[in-house]
């Protein structure tokens, strides 16, 4: 009997143990909703002047290009000789004919 007083005791002290934590984080949340869009907002604006500073500074210091136009030189011709090339005799030894092998016959030729 004092048993179970004592596990309602312990139940009803973690309820109110979770319930204070639940509230606490809900305080917190809240004020987390309501302070951070504020807070994203000078980042931007920051990261805003600091880009808008970049470039400026690079527009300053950076000279302005001198351009110099690119002259096309024309393509020579070449011509190809036909007399140079190789004969066909030449160039490779004749082909000779191999007999067929049907599917089912032996690949060797009869002795």
């Given amino acids: 009997m004092e048993q179970d007083q004592q596990q309602l005791r312990n139940e009803r002290c973690v309820d109110n143990c979770a319930g204070k934590l639940i509230r606490s984080n809900h305080r917190l949340m809240g004020t987390y909703v309501q302070l951070m869009p504020g807070i994203v907002q000078r980042k931007l604006e920051e990261l805003e002047t600091k880009a808008a500073e970049a470039g400026a500074a690079a527009e300053t210091a950076l000279p302005t290009p001198v351009t110099t136009p690119i002259v096309e030189k024309p393509i020579q011709q070449q011509q190809v000789s036909l007399t140079n090339l190789p ?21 060797q030729p009869p002795s």
Avoid at 90 to 106: F, K, N, T, Y
């Fill in 87 to 107: 004969s066909s005799s030449e160039s490779s030894p004749p082909l000779s004919a191999a007999p067929l092998v049907q599917p089912g016959q032996d690949s």
